[in-house]
């Protein structure tokens, strides 16, 4: 083998061990909570939506509300309190992948 070779050899490998390795977690917002004078039933939903980014070209840019479409359709006759949403980034090789995670408890009051 020769130098050239292996230095592309080496290369590739450090680029394919890289990909995929970083994750980063940019917000997280928690909600307020009240509480109602009767409860019937408390219930956690979760709800999660993702954009697929490859070299900052993107084709879903509405993926946070389809995140709270989900949430909404998980009670459909209570209400939502204490919203806690994150924000983060699986970074890839040449691409990235944003997602955002939706969590709440829905109340049903009497």
């Known amino acids: 083998m020769n130098k050239v070779s292996k230095a592309f050899g080496l290369i590739f490998v450090l680029a394919f061990e890289t990909i995929g390795c970083m994750y980063s977690i940019h917000q997280f917002h928690a909600g307020d909570t009240e509480k109602p004078a009767k409860i019937e039933s408390v219930k956690k ?5 993702e954009q697929f980014t490859i070299l900052g070209i993107v084709k879903n840019t509405s993926y946070a509300d389809e995140a709270l479409h989900k ?39 009497q």
């Open 71 to 109: 949430l909404v359709a998980q009670c459909p006759n209570g209400m939502i309190q204490s919203i806690g949403s994150r924000f983060s980034t699986d970074l890839g090789f040449l691409s990235w992948t944003n997602r955002i995670r939706l969590e709440g408890y829905c109340v049903v009051a």
């Open 45 to 49: 939903i979760v709800a999660e939506a």
